[in-house]
């Protein structure tokens, strides 16, 4: 049973081809660092998001690794170029089974 | 030519009076960088709004005693919840409530709930999801006269030195707005943007937070979340930024 939280990817719905276009990836994440204690002393477990991999068609177009210095709910823009109609999918993977899918058609004309 | 005459004559006295004069009062949206600017602007890149889309999960969510939620009531809450931010801290039912106090009412009358604790997620998602309704509208404090007591003891705690630092809020946010602490420049302490995402805290926070971060800041004994000091401190400021518009939910760095 993996975890799972909100997401939000923001791409357009269609593009030329050839065109390269921007994409926004955001994810609900405490990105807890290992570091911190509890007011009694106590150290707080680490809970991050490990990678994150966008694939265009089945192809990576973006990969990330992230570590405990990424702050709280990670937000990557970049950037992939218009080659054929069909499904890029964004997948979050992380520290105590943690996973979160989303998957956004695009259209080229 | 007379007439152009007369005109600039007329503007010049409409200037000069006291109430036409221009508002010096200034968000600390101005004092912001670009980006985190666009941040707050752009809702696809505010991290607040995963706590409104938990606040819309919430809104609809019937697991309580009474079966109720807040949707039975309120509708839909793009309608009623609009201006109600603005309204807020206010006199409901004789007592002094914030927005989180009215939300909490309601948790523990209506839905025969314990009370959300203060900072907690769910409590953050609704008073996110409700005062991102009034985003663009201008503050429109109570006038209601029974809270003017609550008001003046706002205002004195606002001019009152406090703290192993000895300072009061008025010293940093009226007298040296603008000048610089540390490397950062002091704002006016607007209530404008509640609840905001900081990017220090890396999470969204109440007004209480922020009004407790700064007691903790010159080494006072915090109030604690929900007393009545801190509503009337809420209320001090949102009289005092009456007409400004809400930001809600604000980044601030």
Redesign the interface.
């Known amino acids: 049973m993996s975890r799972s939280s909100?997401a939000?990817v923001?791409l357009p719905k269609t593009a030329k081809r050839g065109e390269v276009f921007s994409i926004?990836a955001?994810v609900?994440h405490?990105?807890e660092s290992g570091f911190r204690h509890t007011e009694q002393g106590v150290r707080v477990p680490r809970d991050i998001i490990r990678e994150f991999v966008c694939t265009y068609n089945g192809k990576e177009v973006f990969k990330a690794d992230l570590h405990p210095g990424v702050?709280?709910?990670p937000?990557f823009i970049f950037y992939a170029k218009a080659d054929q109609s069909g499904t890029l999918e964004f997948k979050w993977t992380g520290d105590n089974d943690y996973l979160t899918i989303v998957k956004q058609a695009i259209t080229v004309l | 030519m007379r007439l152009l005459g007369q005109c600039a004559l007329l503007g010049l006295l409409l200037t000069s009076t006291p109430f036409l004069q221009a508002d010096s009062r200034v968000s600390a949206y101005a004092l912001m960088s670009p980006t985190n600017q666009a941040m707050q602007n752009d809702m696809s890149l505010n991290p607040a709004m995963f706590w409104i889309m938990d606040g819309e999960a919430l809104w609809i969510d019937r697991n309580n005693p009474s079966s109720k939620a807040c949707v039975d009531c309120h509708s839909d809450v793009k309608q009623s919840m609009k201006g109600v931010s603005a309204t807020f801290p206010k006199r409901v039912q004789g007592k002094l409530l914030n927005l989180e106090g009215q939300i909490n009412q309601c948790r523990t009358t209506r839905q025969q709930s314990p009370a959300f604790a203060y900072e907690s997620k769910p409590l953050l998602a609704l008073s996110t999801l409700i005062a991102y309704q009034s985003r663009g509208l201008p503050i429109a404090a109570s006038k209601d006269s029974a809270i003017d007591a609550d008001f003046q003891k706002g205002k004195t705690l606002y001019f009152q030195r406090m703290g192993q630092l000895n300072l009061s809020c008025a010293q940093c946010h009226d007298d040296r707005a603008g000048l610089k602490l540390a490397g950062s420049v002091i704002p006016q302490a607007h209530p404008t943007g509640y609840p905001i995402y900081r990017l220090e805290w890396q999470n969204v926070g109440s007004l209480q937070r922020r009004l407790r971060n700064c007691m903790s800041g010159v080494r006072a004994e915090q109030y604690p979340y929900g007393s009545v000091e801190l509503a009337q401190i809420e209320l001090y400021l949102m009289r005092r930024a009456n007409g400004m518009r809400i930001e809600s939910p604000a980044i601030r760095p």
């Open positions: 909100r939000v923001t926004r955001i609900q405490e990105m702050g709280s709910n937000l």
